[in-house]
Structures are given as structure tokens and as C-alpha cells.
């Protein structure tokens, strides 16, 4: 089983930025999609953007498209996540996850098998 680290997190003042890094700790199918989610107390866990190694496709939710933008660097088996111009409402914990079938829901929590500990991104207003 594969074992994804995030890092990245912290605090920062709304219309901020931070980058969140997510390393596999092996080989991870590249046809398997690698997601970015986030889980504020008392609600959901939420996709937020997710990329298909394989093809380069990538997915955003509406409430951070054209604001966060995820990337792959393959040889360092890494997905980033970059947010820009931060809201209050994107404090969340933030979860790196890994294997979702092509052609499943890429934002359902339910088709990934490998998550990372998370990390916590903190947005003052």
C-alpha cells in the first residue's frame, strides 16, 4: 500500500498563497487518479481538485477553480496543489489522496484506497 506524506500547510492572511506538496512513498499507477481534499469541522470531506497522472487531466471544484492549480512532478512520485488569493473559507484540513479508477467520480472520497495524514491550512481574514 502506498503511503502518501503532505506538507505544505500553515496560516496565512486572506488573498494569501501555499503550496501543499503530496510524495508517494512508491510507484502509484499513473492511470489512477490523484486527488486534493478538504474537511472543515462539521462538514464533508470535499474534492477539491484532482489530476490523472497519466494524461495530465486535471479536475477543480467550483470553489477554487481559477484559484488553486494542481500540478505533477512524476520523477519525484509528487502532486502539488497551489492556492492562490486565500478566503477564510478555505481553512480546512487538507488531505492528499491517491487511486481512483479512471471513469469514477474523481471527487467522491469513496474511490480513493490511499490517504495522507493531512495537513492544515489556516486563512485569517
Known amino acids: 500500500q502506498v503511503q502518501l506524506v503532505e506538507s505544505g500547510g500553515g496560516s496565512v492572511q486572506a488573498g494569501g498563497s501555499l503550496k501543499l506538496s503530496c510524495t508517494a512513498s512508491a510507484y502509484t499507477d499513473s492511470s489512477k487518479t490523484m486527488g486534493w481534499f478538504r474537511q472543515a469541522p462539521g462538514k464533508e470531506r470535499e474534492g477539491i481538485a484532482a489530476?490523472?497522472?497519466?494524461?495530465?487531466?486535471?479536475y477543480y471544484a467550483e470553489s477554487v477553480k481559477g484559484r488553486f492549480t494542481i500540478s505533477q512532478d512524476k520523477a519525484k512520485n509528487t502532486v502539488y496543489l497551489q492556492m492562490n488569493s486565500l478566503k477564510p473559507e478555505d481553512t480546512a484540513m487538507y488531505y492528499c489522496a491517491a487511486g481512483a479508477l479512471y471513469g469514477t467520480k474523481w471527487n467522491d472520497h469513496i474511490n480513493y484506497n490511499a490517504w495522507g495524514q493531512g495537513t492544515q491550512v489556516t486563512v485569517s481574514s
Open positions: 489530476i490523472r497522472p497519466l494524461t495530465g487531466s486535471t
